[in-house]
């Protein structure tokens, strides 16, 4: 268990630090397996390293000039050593922590400041199928929490035509706006495996998941592989 690669975006002032599991889903197409690497990096690097421990990564960062970092991966929350790197963080260097989760496991202790919780659906038995197992009333509970311990709140989920569909992506909307109509909420185009039964949506398909989204809730964005990268990172580990 660990840290596998770092990377840092001098613009924003961000660490992105991506953990190497195991997760506790195993998700149709999950992208940590297919895409481990930060996408936003020049020139498509590829190369997984072996991973380092917490220590090791705080070594790595403490001369760069960051307040934000955003733990992401395979599922951080399993992982021992997000904790001591999320309160390492915060004590050393004051950073603002998010994370970006399955919302499975909560975070309770405060070394959490934002949470972007990927709500792959609120309908169990799509939860099931798309996740590998059970869980979306915890996943949605856990959301509530999160709000409740203050945490600032985004959710995500992924559009998976034949699975995920938009009448789905509306119903996570619905949810969230339980929660709060103001909570962002972004929908990711399902990047498909070699061979894989589901395909890529199209443009159009996002759109019509967003207009649905949008019945529900105030800032909903889309992401798609035809987007252009906002700033450019550097590949620390
Ligand atoms: S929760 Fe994320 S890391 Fe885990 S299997 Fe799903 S896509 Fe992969």
């Known amino acids: 268990m ?3 690669h770092i990377t840092y975006a001098p613009k924003p002032k961000e660490l992105c630090v ?17 895409h481990p690497l930060d996408v936003h990096l020049a020139g498509n690097p590829r190369g997984v390293r072996a991973s380092i421990s917490a220590e090791e990564a705080l070594r790595l960062v403490k001369g760069l ?77 856990n959301f509530r929490r ?11 989920s992924v559009l998976v035509p034949g699975l995920i569909d ?11 706006a339980e929660v709060d109509p103001e909570i962002p909420y972004r929908i990711d185009g399902y990047i498909p495996m070699k061979e894989d039964e589901y395909r890529r949506p199209t ?11 949008r019945r529900h809730l105030r800032n909903v964005s889309i992401l798609h592989h035809k987007m252009k990268p906002r700033y450019a990172v550097k590949r620390v580990y």
């Open 2 to 4: 660990g840290v596998y």
């Open 18 to 34: 991506y953990f190497d599991g195991p997760c506790n889903f195993s998700c149709h197409g999950c992208i940590c397996g297919s």
């Open 65 to 141: 000039d960051f307040e934000k970092v955003i733990f992401m991966g395979f599922e951080p929350t399993v992982n021992l050593d997000f904790y001591k790197l999320a309160r390492e963080m915060k004590a050393r260097f004051d950073s603002y922590n998010v994370l970006l989760t399955n919302g499975y496991r909560l975070v309770k202790e405060p070394i959490v400041d934002s949470a972007c919780v990927s709500i792959k659906a609120v309908s169990e038995g799509l939860f099931r199928r798309f996740t590998g197992r059970c869980g979306s009333r915890r996943v949605l509970m």
């Open 146 to 156: 999160y709000r409740e311990l203050g945490v600032e709140l985004r959710a995500e």
């Open 166 to 176: 938009a009448e789905e992506i509306e119903r996570v909307a619905s949810f969230i």
């Open 203 to 213: 443009v159009e398909e996002l759109e019509e998941a967003k207009e649905r989204a």
